[in-house]
C-alpha cells in the first residue's frame, strides 16, 4: 500500500504556469492510459467526497459565528450530496460501494488528517482548496471513463458545491483579522502539494518520469491556475 499519506514530504515541484497578463494557449491531454479502471475512480472519488463532508461538519461545528455555521454546513451538505450521487453510480453497476472506497479509506484519511489547521479557519481553508483542486481532478479524469458514466460523474462533481458560501466566510474573517490572511495565504501554499499527490496516485502512470511529466503538466497547470482564481477571489497569494 502507498504510503504518501503517512508522514509530511519534501516540497513537491510544481508546474510553473505562465504570468497572468499573458494569455495562455489550452492544452487537452488524452489521458485514456493513465485513467484508472473504473471501480477505484469512482471508489475514490466517492470516499474523497465523505471525507470532504466529515470535515465540513467538523467545522461548521467549530465556527463561533452563528453566521458561518449555515454556508459552512451547506457546503457539507453539497460534498454529502455528491458522495452519494457517486455511491448510486456504483449501485448502479451492480458494485458494492464499500468494497469500491475500502482500498482508499487508509490513504485519503491520513491525507485528511494533515490537513487539520490551527483554528477552524484554516480547516476551513484546507477544505476549499482540497475540495477545489480535487473535484477539477476529478471532472478532468471523467472525460476518460466508458460509455455515459463520464459525462454523469463530471455533471455531479461539477454541480453547486457551496464554494462562494465558503469564500464568504473567510472573507469575513480575513477582514476582521488583519493578521489572519497572512496566515491563510501560506497554509493554502502548504496545501497545494499534498492534494496533487493525491492527485497523482489516481493515475497509472509508466514509470518514465520525463514522459509522465510532459503528459501530466497541462492538466496539473490547469488545476493551479484554478487554484490561483480561488486564492485570489479570497484576496490570497497563491
Do not use: C
Not at 519534501?10 to 504556469?17: I, Q, T, Y
Not at 485528511?112 to 477545489?132: C, H, K
Amino acid at each position: 500500500m502507498s504510503t504518501w499519506f503517512i508522514r509530511r514530504r519534501p516540497a513537491v515541484e510544481l508546474p510553473r504556469l505562465t504570468p497572468r497578463a499573458r494569455p495562455v494557449a489550452t492544452v487537452r491531454v488524452d489521458l485514456h492510459e493513465a485513467m484508472p479502471d473504473l471501480v477505484p475512480y469512482l471508489g475514490q472519488a466517492a470516499y474523497l467526497q465523505l471525507e470532504q463532508f466529515e470535515t465540513l461538519s467538523r467545522v461548521a461545528a467549530e465556527a463561533e459565528d452563528l453566521r458561518a455555521k449555515e454556508p459552512i454546513s451547506a457546503a457539507a451538505g453539497h460534498a454529502l450530496s455528491k458522495h452519494q450521487g457517486i455511491v448510486a453510480e456504483l449501485r448502479r453497476r451492480g458494485d458494492d460501494p464499500a468494497a469500491a472506497m475500502q482500498p482508499f479509506a487508509a490513504e485519503i484519511e491520513g491525507f485528511s488528517a494533515l490537513l487539520v489547521g490551527a483554528d477552524w479557519r484554516e480547516t476551513l481553508l484546507s477544505a476549499l482548496v482540497t475540495g477545489g483542486l480535487l473535484d477539477d481532478f476529478f471532472i478532468r479524469l471523467a472525460g476518460g471513463l466508458p460509455g455515459d458514466v463520464g459525462p454523469r460523474i463530471a455533471h455531479l462533481l461539477g454541480s453547486e458545491s457551496g464554494q462562494e458560501g465558503v469564500l464568504e466566510v473567510l472573507r469575513a474573517e480575513i477582514g476582521a483579522d488583519p493578521l489572519l490572511g497572512s496566515r491563510l495565504a501560506m497554509w493554502g501554499r502548504r496545501l497545494v502539494g499534498d492534494t496533487l499527490l493525491v492527485a497523482r496516485s489516481a493515475l497509472h502512470l509508466s514509470g518514465n518520469r520525463a514522459t509522465d511529466e510532459e503528459r501530466i503538466e497541462p492538466i496539473f497547470t490547469e488545476l493551479i491556475a484554478a487554484h490561483t482564481r480561488r486564492m485570489d477571489a479570497l484576496g490570497l497569494t497563491a
